[in-house]
């Protein structure tokens, strides 16, 4: 990408970066990090045509949130300003949006999908 002179990076954090959730101390931490690491990268890399930004999830439709019955899942939903639970596919979107034209300047920022969580 440097020698390029253009590029696009995404990483993937969460929305326990800054909601925190209990037991979850080490992996906020980490998506804490991730959003620390985009930002200074971004200022870094941003002179040589390079993007960096990072997608913030919240509770997501997968198999995992699957296996949580279904009290619990209405209850995660229920938390969120759209009462549902993105899907997989938003997430994905949002990666293409940023890899796209439509992303060409964005830089630095980490972009929340989670259905207005932390709204």
Do not use: H, W
Not at 36 to 51: C, D, H, N, Q, Y
Not at 55 to 81: H, N
């Amino acid at each position: 990408m440097m020698a390029d002179g253009a590029g696009r990076i995404v990483n993937i954090s969460s929305i326990i970066a800054s909601t925190g959730y209990n037991g979850l101390s080490v992996y906020a931490a980490s998506k804490a990090a991730a959003g620390g690491f985009t930002r200074s990268l971004a200022r870094e890399v941003g002179k040589l045509g390079i993007t960096v930004n990072a997608i913030a999830p919240g509770f997501v439709d997968t198999e995992l949130t699957k296996s949580l019955d279904d009290d619990g899942r209405r209850r995660i939903a229920g938390r969120s300003a759209l009462r549902r639970l993105p899907e997989a596919d938003d997430v994905a979107s949002m990666v293409e949006y940023l890899l796209g034209e439509g992303g060409r300047n964005i830089t630095g920022t980490v972009l929340t999908v989670d259905a207005g969580n932390t709204a």
